[in-house]
């Protein structure tokens, strides 16, 4: 088990970046798989990004590829979403989540069900 905590977020302008970090506590989480998701009002929680344990493998959704990078620094049990050319519909809850993934099928790693560790979001709003 890790606890996480984000931070980063907040009120930005149409075209702005963002740095979001998930700090976590204990010794696992080096082992775990990190994920990013998001979730606007009314809507579900929706995956955004995940990077697998040792950083080597790494996924986007569509609609965040080429704008957002996920990244992660073990030595520091942090991971990181960094958020460039951010739009409207960019805004939501961001929440990272982070778990023994037991692969790296698209299946696996955007399904939250698949997550055990999750913090309590942060705010990200993008105005137009």
């Known amino acids: 088990q890790v606890q996480l905590a984000e931070s980063g977020g907040g009120l930005v302008q149409a075209g702005d970046s963002l740095r979001l970090s998930c700090a976590a506590s204990?010794?696992?989480?080096?082992?775990?798989?990190v994920g990013w998701f998001r979730q606007a009002p009314g809507t579900e929680r929706r995956w955004v990004a995940t990077?697998?344990?040792?950083?080597?493998?790494?996924m986007y959704d569509n609609s965040v590829k080429g704008r957002f990078t996920i990244s992660r620094d073990n030595a520091r049990n942090t991971a990181y979403l960094q958020m460039n050319s951010l739009k409207p519909e960019d805004t939501a809850v961001y929440y990272c989540?982070?778990?023994?993934?037991?692969?790296?099928?698209?299946?696996?790693?955007?399904?939250?069900?698949?997550?055990?560790?999750w913090g309590q979001g942060t705010q990200v709003t993008v105005s137009s």
């Open positions: 990077i697998s344990w040792s950083g080597g493998n790494i």
């Open positions: 989540a982070a778990d023994r993934l037991p692969d790296f099928t698209i299946e696996t790693i955007t399904n939250r069900f698949q997550y055990h560790n």
């Open positions: 204990g010794d696992t989480f080096r082992t775990y798989g």
